[in-house]
């Protein structure tokens, strides 16, 4: 794109306004601009015309590379990635933490399970020979244990039914033991 006297007044430069003596100073301190008068409009006016002035001269003498873009122009052109580097490292570091914790987490689980499944087995295993070497009276003895342990918590099992099934059972339609 070339840079021409139009494209240089289009830009939008930073403007300092102060007040000494009962006039006002504006100031364009990227391109040294600075005009005073004591209205506000003519100020302005004045700096205007400096601003467009010091651009013809600079273009007159090839000298466009020099002038000075508006702050804000640089910003976007140049700390876009510089900007967002900081943001992805944090995320990349993140992501990483994330995944690393994920393994371990996994790990311990699967490790955890192993040993659950160890002793469960053991434990079925343990209960089975006791119940072989058991005699047959005691054997009667804990069945009816367990029928009677089965139809007390029956209510509390059919509630669970209902909850897991995902059904409403209403009050009056529940089935009394």
Same mark, same amino acid.
């Given at each position: 794109?070339?840079? *021409?006297?139009?494209? $240089?007044? @289009?830009?939008?430069?930073?403007?300092? !306004? /102060? %007040?000494?003596?009962?006039?006002?100073? =504006?100031?364009?301190?990227?391109?040294?601009?600075?005009?005073?008068?004591?209205?506000?409009?003519?100020?302005?006016?004045?700096?205007?015309?400096?601003?467009?002035?010091?651009?013809?001269?600079?273009?007159?003498? *090839?000298?466009?590379? $020099?002038? @000075?873009?508006?702050?804000?122009?640089? !910003? /976007? %052109?140049?700390?876009?990635?510089?900007? =967002?580097?900081?943001?992805?490292?944090?995320?990349?570091?993140?992501?990483?933490?994330?995944?690393?914790?994920?393994?371990?987490?996994?790990?311990?689980?699967?490790?955890?399970?192993?040993?659950?499944?160890?002793?469960?087995?053991?434990?079925?295993?343990?209960?089975?020979?006791?119940?072989?070497?058991?005699?047959?009276?005691?054997?009667?003895?804990?069945?009816?244990?367990?029928?009677?342990?089965?139809?007390?918590?029956?209510?509390?099992?059919?509630?669970?039914?209902?909850?897991?099934?995902?059904?409403?059972?209403?009050?009056?339609?529940?089935?009394?033991?």
């Amino acid at each position: 794109m070339e840079k *021409d006297l139009e494209y $240089y007044k @289009k830009l939008h430069y930073d403007i300092i !306004l /102060k %007040k000494k003596s009962g006039r006002f100073v =504006l100031s364009i301190p990227e391109l040294c601009c600075i005009e005073e008068d004591v209205s506000l409009e003519k100020a302005y006016e004045k700096l205007e015309s400096e601003k467009e002035k010091y651009f013809q001269e600079m273009i007159a003498s *090839d000298s466009q590379s $020099y002038i @000075k873009e508006p702050e804000a122009m640089r !910003l /976007k %052109k140049s700390n876009l990635f510089s900007s =967002l580097a900081p943001f992805s490292i944090k995320l990349a570091l993140i992501a990483f933490i994330g995944v690393v914790g994920m393994q371990v987490a996994i790990s311990k689980i699967k490790s955890l399970e192993h040993d659950l499944s160890k002793k469960a087995h053991s434990v079925v295993t343990d209960l089975n020979n006791k119940f072989k070497s058991m005699p047959p009276e005691r054997k009667e003895e804990i069945r009816m244990e367990l029928r009677e342990t089965v139809q007390n918590i029956r209510p509390f099992v059919d509630e669970f039914k209902v909850l897991l099934e995902g059904k409403e059972d209403k009050p009056e339609s529940r089935k009394k033991p």
